[in-house]
């Protein structure tokens, strides 16, 4: 007997299911309100040097004192890091004789000036990160993502080992912990250290979330439970703009995002562990227990299963051992698996952040443009429900990449002054990339083993906040091209979206249990009057 017999026996998906999904939806909010606080948390206003001794320029305007004490640059804006070094009164008879002597012109000596019309304080206007330091301000989201990576390879092998509910409620309670201590911040070194930890806790969150549900759930309604579980990642994407909105200072931006994590951890209580995992495991007591109440929840109460049936289902797959992440490259069929998931998942990660974290020049506001970012991704993960069950998981994993990577690539051609064709095109690469990290979720999900799962999904994950940690990085390529960026995240997204081709294809297969259940033939679970088919699982030939 496998163990998607015993869901058809108890209910698949019934009662006891949804709840279990709607606790777990509800601590997936949690995520994309710290993965892309960046855009709020160290947002740089516009800003210009302070002007020493202001009180000897009572007689004139503050455009004059602008005017006769920072440079303009070639479209008349002010510059942001250049001060001249004594008043250039002459300008104020006429402001287009800019000087041409450049030793005139210094860098910022008494700090900056900022307008805090947008926001009240960022990290950027605490510690004057802007000009020179402008790069340590990009660096808070890679120590948050670089937290996120090495979180990935641990709570990944944690989670094989120790069990999914045990390690999902440790990280959320240090995500909460540390989540309050990065509010708390007084330095950029606290504040650096204390997101790299909380990277590292949300990164549990992150990985076992979606594993824990569909472990719990029929064949038939896996791609529901995947789609569900992302759609939720979009309500805190929205929710995310709403809070920045409203909060404008952000030490206590930080407390409104961190604080829902206290909810999510008071309704995991009502969670079970998965019992995929328990029989594995050899713990058949408490999974017989947790079956016994799915039952019952779900109506089926004539169920019964004996512990002892539950044991030879264990030993029949040879399930119990020792794994690690070198097994997930030990044999052929699980190691081109890793390797091509790894690319995809990196390219899926690098251009989707590199897409979340570009916010202007759309000719919209950076709350609006965030919202509605969260917006058009439902009705791309709507569309992808459909497509992942008609075009398959491979097909439409590789597309969906490839198609982001061509809108980055378009905006590099389209003029900035048609801001409503790049709004546009920006919106439909976001759905794009958002529909690709929706589908790459599900679909590593059902290429690993039970055995491996978690560490397969903590390997893919390692790599995709690799990108993640890198994608911000990636602005400061402007001073070399003002469209490298750009060309970077299209060259990454198009490359990672082909690799997925080489991938097997998933659509309606069995979860496989064991590591021999990967490199032989799967059968297939055949949708409602047709027969079964053995199907291999890796790449049909062309």
Not at 166 to 188: E, I, K, N, T
Not at 292 to 299: P, T
Not at 303 to 310: I, M, N, Q, Y
Request: hydrophobic share 45%; glycine share 8%.
């Amino acid at each position: 007997m496998k163990f998607e017999d015993l869901l058809l026996e108890i209910g698949g998906f019934g009662r006891f299911q949804i709840l279990i999904l709607a606790i777990l939806c509800l601590a997936r909010i949690n995520l994309p309100m710290h993965f892309l606080l960046h855009n709020f948390l160290a947002a740089t206003p516009s800003h210009h040097c302070a002007i020493p001794h202001q009180e000897a320029f009572v007689n004139l305007t503050r455009e004059e004192v602008l005017l006769i004490s920072i440079p303009q640059k070639a479209d008349g804006t002010f510059s942001s890091c250049e001060m001249f070094s004594q008043p250039q009164f002459h300008l104020l008879l006429n402001s287009s004789l800019q000087p041409e002597n450049k030793s005139i012109t210094q860098h910022c000596q008494h700090g900056w000036v900022y307008d805090h019309s947008q926001f009240t304080s960022t990290i950027s206007t605490q510690w004057d990160l802007v000009c020179e330091q402008r790069g340590l301000n990009q660096a808070t989201a890679t120590f948050f993502f670089i937290g996120v990576t090495v979180g990935a390879m641990v709570f990944g092998d944690l989670s094989d080992r120790f069990g999914r509910k045990a390690m999902l409620q440790l990280s959320l309670v240090c995500s909460l912990v540390f989540g309050m201590l990065s509010a708390a911040s007084v330095s950029y070194t606290m504040l650096a250290v204390t997101r790299t930890l909380t990277g590292v806790a949300l990164s549990g969150l992150s990985l076992i979330v979606l594993p824990l549900g569909m472990e719990w759930v029929d064949v038939q309604h896996r791609t529901f439970t995947g789609i569900l579980s992302s759609i939720f990642w979009s309500v805190g994407n929205m929710l995310l703009a709403l809070a920045a909105y409203l909060v404008r200072e952000w030490h206590w931006l930080l407390v409104a995002v961190t604080a829902p994590c206290l909810l999510s951890i008071v309704c995991l209580w009502w969670v079970p562990e998965s019992a995929r995992w328990l029989i594995a495991k050899g713990k058949v007591k408490q999974a017989h227990r947790h079956l016994l109440r799915c039952a019952r929840m779900n109506g089926r109460k004539d169920f019964a299963v004996s512990p002892e049936a539950l044991t030879r289902m264990a030993t029949d797959k040879n399930m119990g051992g020792s794994y690690s992440y070198i097994s997930l490259f030990r044999t052929p069929v699980l190691r081109k698996i890793s390797v091509c998931s790894g690319v995809v998942w990196f390219g899926v990660a690098f251009s989707y952040y590199g897409l979340s974290m570009n916010l202007t020049g759309f000719g919209l506001s950076i709350y609006l443009s965030q919202f509605v970012f969260g917006v058009i991704e439902i009705p791309a993960k709507m569309a992808m429900y459909v497509l992942v069950n008609r075009i398959g998981r491979r097909q439409s994993q590789a597309w969906t990449l490839i198609l982001a990577g061509v809108c980055i690539g378009a905006n590099i051609i389209i003029p900035k002054s048609f801001s409503s064709l790049r709004s546009v095109v920006a919106v439909l690469g976001k759905g794009c990339s958002e529909a690709a990290f929706t589908t790459v979720f599900l679909y590593t999900s059902e290429l690993y083993p039970t055995i491996l799962r978690q560490n397969g999904m903590g390997y893919t994950s390692f790599l995709a906040r690799l990108g993640g940690a890198l994608a911000p990085l990636v602005f400061l390529l402007d001073e070399v091209w003002r469209s490298l960026p750009e060309v970077t995240y299209c060259a990454v997204a198009v490359c990672s979206g082909a690799t997925a081709f080489l991938l097997p294809e998933t659509l309606n297969a069995r979860l496989p249990e064991g590591i021999e259940d990967v490199e032989k033939p799967q059968v297939k679970v055949p949708p409602e009057g047709s027969t079964p088919e053995g199907v291999p699982l890796q790449a049909l030939p062309k």
